[in-house]
């Protein structure tokens, strides 16, 4: 029996929908190559080894509990990374252990620099997702010699212990010989200036970051995360056309 077209169209489907199906991830979509901070978490706490899957060269770490911290955090990393062309990413500080910090600039080849944003608590206490990284660094580290950072606090001056937790990770990482580039943030909710203070610490720093790190400053540029195509053959009458109202697809479909 020959096979007809039809039937070879067919097998091709089937073949093509097979291979796409058994290499999806080995050929494409597990790493995150792209430009997105923020990184698929693939369930590894090894930071060393997730800055390396996804190839990137800078990080940002937040220390947050309603979310102040993490929001500055996102924004700095986009514009750190647009602005310098350094791929980067933003964490959650409980997401990863921090035994192999010390090693971060010489086991990600090319890696530049580390940010924290870290709001403080309580009676000058950390935010939760930092109480097992201040454990680690307290009692685990000793020698950070050759870790770059920088670091912006967030707090309230009408609390008595002002941006503890910033002053307290600066003074940590200093006394372990890690090296700090530009100023401590203070940025304070308490006067309602958090944004003109985040704004100034960050203009000071970027103006450093040209120097230290040898960065040079690209143009920044709009990179947006969507890729809008116009399809001219379509008119508003076409089934395909969505204006808006629910959708079939979704609405019918049982749970
Ligand atoms: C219950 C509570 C306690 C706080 N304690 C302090 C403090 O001791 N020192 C300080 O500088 N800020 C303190 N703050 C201010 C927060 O750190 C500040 O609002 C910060 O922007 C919150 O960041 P987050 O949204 O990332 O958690 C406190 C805020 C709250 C709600
Ligand atoms: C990602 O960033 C690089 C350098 O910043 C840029 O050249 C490239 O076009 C960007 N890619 C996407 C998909 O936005
Ligand atoms: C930091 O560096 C100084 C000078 O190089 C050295 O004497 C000191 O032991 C170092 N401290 C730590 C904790 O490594
Ligand atoms: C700062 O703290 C004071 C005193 O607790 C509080 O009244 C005020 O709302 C806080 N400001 C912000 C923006 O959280």
């Known amino acids: 029996m020959a096979l007809d077209t039809l039937d070879i169209s067919v097998l091709a489907a089937i073949v093509v929908a097979l291979i796409v199906f058994f290499t999806k991830g080995s050929l494409w979509g597990t790493s995150n190559s ?21 190839n990137k060269k800078a990080l940002v770490i937040y220390g947050s509990q309603t ?10 990393a986009k514009e750190f990374q647009a602005r310098f062309g350094i791929p980067t990413m933003c ?12 090693e ?47 670091c912006f606090g967030l707090g309230n001056s009408t609390y008595e212990f002002y941006n503890a937790m910033g ?18 943030g203070l940025g304070d909710d308490g ?10 610490w960050k203009d000071g720093l970027f103006d450093l970051l040209k ?3 040898n960065l040079e400053e690209k143009e920044v540029s709009y990179e947006p995360s ?3 195509t116009e399809v001219s053959d379509l008119t508003i009458e076409d089934k395909q056309v969505a204006l808006g109202e629910p959708n079939a697809k979704y609405t019918l479909r049982a749970c």
């Open 34 to 54: 792209g430009n997105s901070t923020t990184v698929s978490s693939s369930g590894s706490r090894d930071l060393i080894e997730v800055l390396n899957e996804n």
């Open 67 to 76: 979310g102040t911290a993490e929001d500055y955090a996102h924004k700095y």
């Open 91 to 102: 964490i959650d500080m409980s997401d990863f252990d921090y035994d192999n910090l010390p």
């Open 104 to 150: 971060v600039f010489d086991q990600v080849s090319g890696f530049k620099l580390i940010t924290f944003f870290m709001a403080t608590y309580g009676e000058g206490e950390p935010t939760d997702n930092a109480v097992d990284f201040f454990e680690c660094v307290d009692n685990e580290l000793t020698d950070l010699n050759g870790l770059k950072f920088s």
């Open 167 to 184: 002053k307290r990770l600066t003074q940590t990482l200093l006394e372990k010989n890690a090296t700090m580039v530009g100023e401590l």
């Open 191 to 200: 006067a309602g200036s958090m944004d003109e203070d985040y704004l100034a």
């Open 211 to 213: 120097d230290s790190l």
């Open 226 to 228: 969507l890729k809008v």
